[in-house]
């Protein structure tokens, strides 16, 4: 039973640039969220994605956006990168009909803007 | 903005100790969830408490909730070297889905 997979695990972009990271979840599981990890810092709640819609949003710029397919795998997507988008970007996944949430992560995605 | 805060910010103990680190956090909650993060990866869920549970126990984890002080504790015993990690709380608020996380507490176990 696979866990949640990320791709790349590492990035080097520059600034402008526009990036994607991919995310599968765990098997069964319906519900991906993103988060943003500065060095240093606790993880900062992107946008969490349940049946292809966003369904709740952190406080992030439109810059950030992500997407959902059919077999609930996602992406993210940021656009006009900025050198302080440099973090590790990690994807959790769960299950709604499972109210409490225990979230499932995934080892992350360095991504490195010069 | 960070839900959470996490005292203290790093701990440096001997193996064989006891590890306790709190958390506080500031609006009314679901639920208060433990994660341990290795090495700046993936972050591994340890325990989650109900905001109607006073205390929780697994393995050699002991979680604490005190809702009247917005605030929550992790014990670890008998700490091993493998338990060098950073620990996040994270709260899980009513009629939201996001979990809301604190800056973590940097646990380093001595040989």
């Known amino acids: 039973d696979a866990g949640v997979t990320q791709s790349p695990t590492h990035l080097i972009k520059t600034r402008g640039q526009q990036v994607t990271l991919r995310c599968s979840p765990k098997?069964?599981?319906?519900?991906v969220s993103w988060y943003q990890q500065a060095l240093g810092q606790g993880p900062q709640f992107i946008f969490q994605y349940y049946e292809e819609e966003e369904r709740q949003r952190g406080n992030f710029p439109d810059r950030f956006s992500g997407h959902q397919f059919p077999n609930y795998s996602s992406e993210l997507n940021v656009n006009a990168l900025l050198l302080g988008d440099s973090a590790l970007y990690l994807c959790?996944?769960?299950?709604?009909?499972?109210?409490?949430?225990?979230?499932?992560f995934g080892p992350g995605t360095r991504l490195l803007v010069l | 903005s960070q839900q959470g805060e996490e005292d203290p910010q790093a701990l440096s103990i001997q193996e064989g100790e006891n590890a306790t680190m709190n958390c506080s956090y500031k609006t009314s909650i679901n639920n208060l969830q433990w994660y341990r993060q290795n090495s700046g990866r993936g972050l591994v869920h340890l325990i989650l408490i109900r905001s109607n549970e006073r205390e929780k126990h697994s393995g050699r984890l002991r979680v604490t909730l005190d809702t009247s002080k917005k605030s929550s504790s992790l014990l670890i015993t008998a700490s091993r070297a493998a338990d060098t990690a950073s620990y996040f709380c994270?709260?899980?608020?009513?009629?939201?889905?996001?979990?809301?996380w604190g800056a973590g507490t940097k646990l380093i176990i001595k040989p």
């Open positions: 994270a709260t899980d608020a009513d009629s939201n889905y996001q979990l809301i």
């Open positions: 098997s069964g599981h319906d519900t």
């Open positions: 959790a996944s769960s299950l709604v009909s499972v109210r409490e949430e225990t979230q499932y």
